[in-house]
Structure formats: C-alpha cells, structure tokens
C-alpha cells in the first residue's frame, strides 16, 4: 500500500515562497497508475486542489493559483515537490500530498505569519 | 468550473440507524468513455481524508460494506446503513471528470444524536 508522507517548514513569511516535498514508499513514483497531486485545507474549511503531477512531468493547475504554484517531481528520489510563491495569511492550511484521490499523507499545517 | 453541492451541511444521526448525503454537480459527470468520476471521501476529526468510494459506487479497499454510493449524471448519494461511532467526521464529494483536476464539496458533518 502506497504511503506518502509531506515535509517542510511549517512557517512561512508573507510575500516569500512556500516549499514542500512528498515521499513516495511502497511504491515507485514513475508507475503509470497515479497522478501525483496537492491538496490544501484551511483551519476548519474545506479541501481545494492546488496541482497534480504524472511522472513525465506533465502537470495540471488550478487556474485560481497557477500563477504561483509550480510542481515537480525526482523520480530518483522518489519524491514531488510543491512551490507556492508569493504567499499570504490565505495560503495558511493544512498541504497534503495525494496519489490523486486514492491515498492521502497526513498532512501538514503551513502558517504564513510574519 | 463544475460545482459540487451537498446536502445536508450537517446530519445528526442516531447509532444504529442509516444516514444519507446528497451531492449535486452543476453539470453532468458523465465522461466521454462512459465513466462517471465521482468519488466519496471520510474525515474523522484530526484526521487526513480517506477514500470510501470511487466511480460512484465502487467500495475503496478495507472499506466496510455498510457504506454505499449510488446516482448517475449530476445527482449522487452516499449513504450508511446503520451509522456507528467510527463514522463521525465531515464527509466530502470529489468529482474528477476532467481528471487529474478536482473539485469538491462543501462537506457534510455526520454527528451523534
């Protein structure tokens, strides 16, 4: 069963950019069968798609955050990554990462304060 | 952007009796091969999402069989034959008809009576 598990800083300043990374295990990140994907939650509200990646580097935005948002993947690290640039108090939420709709990490809170 | 509506943003239910969330999409699911990408998510409080059900009504590993989807084109039920403690969390509807984009529900609270 595939796991993933979110890492990076979990305070960012406005204005800077937001930096995350999802681990893949028990699974390669080059399998055809997923699209790789982020998805944020703010304190108490509901979930928005932020991207997905396939491991050709294909990518999807939504079109509310693509100006910002670019996602990557290391397919030697099995591994993808989320930049999230010019943040404010409104990109404070909780980021997972997602093998698309089918399994989620645990998440982790992301506060944008100065 | 397709719109995901559900209903009721809150259920209260006793133990033991069945619940049931509606979700409404503002335009058909339906893709152009004939699937229909609606998937039901659970959250239980502190914790991450996890999926119950895909393409309607297609059970996710381990989920236990008293969870059901049902529904075509735009209107989409989930529903639990008798509620017990472990379901309460927020549920979600996801639908990925132009996957991998996505978009969701406002989320339906399921609460004890």
């Known amino acids: 069963q595939l796991q993933l598990q979110e890492s990076g800083p979990g305070l960012v300043k406005p204005s800077e950019t937001l930096s995350l990374t999802c681990t893949v295990s028990?699974?390669?990140?080059?399998?055809?069968?997923?699209?790789w994907g982020w998805i944020r939650q703010p304190p108490g509200k509901g979930l928005e798609w932020i991207g997905s990646i396939y491991y050709s580097g294909t990518t999807y935005y939504n079109p509310s955050l693509k100006s910002r948002v670019t996602i990557s993947v290391d397919t030697s690290k099995n591994q993808f990554s989320l930049k999230l640039g010019s943040v404010t108090a409104a990109d404070t939420a909780v980021y997972y990462c997602?093998?698309?709709?089918?399994?989620w990490g645990q998440g982790t809170l992301v506060t944008v304060s100065s | 952007d397709i719109v995901m509506t559900q209903t009721p943003l809150s259920s209260p239910v006793t133990l033991g009796q069945p619940a049931s969330i509606s979700c409404r999409s503002s335009?058909?699911?339906?893709?152009?091969?004939?699937?229909?990408?609606l998937s039901w998510l659970q959250q239980r409080p502190g914790q991450p999402p996890r999926l119950l059900i895909y393409?309607?009504?297609n059970r996710f590993s381990g989920v236990p069989d008293r969870f059901s989807g049902s529904g075509a084109g735009t209107d989409f039920t989930l529903k639990i034959s008798r509620v017990e403690a472990e379901d309460v969390g927020v549920y979600y509807c996801m639908q990925a008809t132009q996957f991998p984009v996505c978009t969701f529900g406002q989320g339906t609270k399921l609460e004890i009576k």
């Open positions: 335009q058909s699911l339906v893709h152009s091969d004939g699937n229909t990408s």
């Open positions: 028990g699974g390669s990140i080059s399998s055809s069968s997923y699209y």
């Open positions: 997602v093998a698309m709709g089918d399994y």
């Open positions: 393409k309607v009504s």
